[in-house]
Each structure stands twice: as structure tokens, then as C-alpha cells.
């Protein structure tokens, strides 16, 4: 079926530069996210990916182009949530107290905010811990009530920064499985950054790779594999494989264009 909603993500021509210039971070960058799609970007450090993310949340103003949400400049009255690489929860208040916060602040009256915060603690599997503090929790599972949280405000696009890579594999699996089932349930835009190329591969319908100094799109690629993810898992399939070394060639590519490959392997791991 082909999109015919407008993007509900458009930068047009963007670039940021930070110190008066002196550090061009991203430069000329052009893309779409359609309503409903999972994006992830991948690119080396530094190439400009939470740079990127600030610009549609609006925490960052481009110098030139444009950033439209839904059509409009990043308005802090939009429904986007951030998750972060850590959960950044408020250390003295519990996790349902946490969430419970969200929901305030978005004007949500009390008594409905209760059974709010149980359905989406029940959503991450932590109803149990509703009055747990978070340094009670495993890393693991603070950045499940951090998900909780970015999912109360019900977004309809959901930036996530690294949200797995401070994680140990198990976790991170079973956290990424537990993404594509509320993606699945809810379709809100995703834009997804990792230095993984597996998770990327395994998570999203389209990836932006990035090139560093300035940060700029080296290649959009899309991942034609069959969806569900969650329930089947694609990483035995050829197409799975093509697509893998199609990215590593790219990466390599980007090597004997001049970017460290310390750099390179640094930021995406092991050759297939
Ligand atoms: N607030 C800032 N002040 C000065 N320079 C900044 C600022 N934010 C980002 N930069 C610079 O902009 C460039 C892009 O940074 P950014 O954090 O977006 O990269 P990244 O791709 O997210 O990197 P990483 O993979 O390491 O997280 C870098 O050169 C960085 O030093
Ligand atoms: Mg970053």
C-alpha cells in the first residue's frame, strides 16, 4: 500500500552548526518519516544523530532549512516523547510515581491517571514494581519504566537516543522484542539511533545511514523483511544476511572515503 499522508517528520536542507561555527554538526540534511514508521539512524560518532533528534524535538533550532512535525515547527504541546540511552527517571519518586508525573503535567485528572499508570506498567510486565524506587530496579528495567513513561503522553512520534546500549545483550533483546510489539499495537513514528547494525536491521522498515564532519545522509536503505518482528525473528533469513554486508559495505566505503575505521568499527562492531 502506498503513504499518501503527508510525513509527519520533514527536515528540508538542515543545518546546525554549534560554537559560533566552528562546529558544523550537520550539514544540508533532507529527510522524511512518514506517520506510523520505524527510522533508525546509524553513522559514526559524531555524525550528528542526537543533534538530529534535538532538532525535532525543538530543543535545537536549525541555522538553515527546515523541521516541520506534523506539519508544523517542533512545538513543546505536541505529542513526541524522548527515551534516552539512561532512563533519567526521578530518583525520589517511585516508578509508578514517575509515570504518574507525565500524566500530570500533561493535565490528566488523578483518578484516571491510577489506572493509567497500571495499564502501562503492565505494558512494560512491571506492574509489580509500581512502588519500587528506581534504585531499586536493574538497568534493564529502569529503561522499561522509561519507555512506560515516553508511552503516557501516547505519542506520535517517539525519538529514542541509544535507549538499549547501556544494556547487556539478554536485556537488550528482549527489550527490542517488547518495542516492536507496542510499535506494533500503537504505530507511532519511531526515529530509533544505535550504533548496532543488528538492532537497526531487526527494529526498523527503513535505516539513515549518516557520515560524520559534517553529519550528512550517506544512504537510505530500506529493510524489506517480513513484519511482524517480534514474532519472527528475521536474522536467519538470506535477505537478512544481503543486507547486513550491504551495510558493512557501506561503512567500508566510508573508510576509504577518509572517516577513521577505528571510528568506524568503534561505532558499529564486529564485521559480519
Ligand atoms: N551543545 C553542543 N555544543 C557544542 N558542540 C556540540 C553540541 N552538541 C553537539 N555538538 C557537536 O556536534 C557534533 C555532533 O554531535 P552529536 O552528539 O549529534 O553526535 P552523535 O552522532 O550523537 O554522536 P554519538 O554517537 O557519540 O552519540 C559533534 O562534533 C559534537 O561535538
Ligand atoms: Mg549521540
Not at 545522509?217 to 524489506?224: E, K, L, M, S
Request: charged share 25%.
Amino acid at each position: 500500500m502506498t503513504e499518501t499522508r503527508p510525513p509527519i517528520i520533514s527536515l528540508n536542507g538542515v543545518s546546525k552548526s554549534f560554537k559560533d561555527g566552528q562546529v558544523q554538526a550537520i550539514e544540508d540534511l533532507s529527510f522524511d518519516v512518514r506517520p506510523g514508521e520505524f527510522v533508525s539512524l546509524v553513522g559514526p560518532s559524531g555524525c550528528g544523530k542526537t543533534t538530529l533528534l534535538r532538532l525535532i524535538d525543538g530543543l535545537v533550532a536549525p541555522d538553515r532549512g527546515t523541521v516541520l512535525v506534523n506539519g508544523r515547527p517542533p512545538d513543546p504541546t505536541y505529542n513526541m516523547a524522548m527515551v534516552f540511552q539512561s532512563s533519567r527517571l526521578l530518583p525520589w519518586r517511585t516508578v509508578a510515581g514517575n509515570i504518574d508525573f507525565v500524566l500530570g503535567l500533561r493535565g490528566h485528572a488523578p483518578k484516571a491517571r491510577k489506572s493509567r499508570v497500571q495499564a502501562l506498567l503492565g505494558a512494560v510486565g512491571l506492574r509489580e514494581f509500581a512502588e519500587a524506587y528506581p534504585h531499586e530496579l536493574s538497568g534493564g528495567m529502569q529503561q522499561r519504566v522509561g519507555l512506560a513513561r515516553a508511552l503516557a503522553v501516547e505519542p506520535e512520534v517517539l525519538l529514542m537516543d541509544e535507549p538499549f546500549a547501556a544494556l547487556d545483550a539478554m536485556t537488550r533483546e528482549t527489550l527490542r522484542g517488547e518495542l516492536l510489539r507496542l510499535w506494533d499495537r500503537r504505530r507511532m513514528a519511531v526515529v530509533f539511533v544505535t550504533h548496532d547494525i543488528d538492532e537497526a536491521i531487526i527494529l526498523s522498515q527503513r535505516i539513515i545511514v549518516l557520515r560524520p564532519r559534517p553529519g550528512r545522509i550517506d544512504a537510505v536503505v530500506p529493510v524489506d523483511l517480513p513484519e511482524p518482528r517480534w514474532q519472527t525473528d528475521p536474522r536467519g533469513l538470506p535477505a537478512y544476511a544481503d543486507l547486513r554486508r550491504a551495510l558493512w559495505d557501506r561503512i567500508h566505503a566510508m573508510g576509504r572515503e577518509g572517516v577513521a575505521l577505528e571510528e568506524l568499527t568503534g561505532a558499529f562492531g564486529d564485521e559480519p
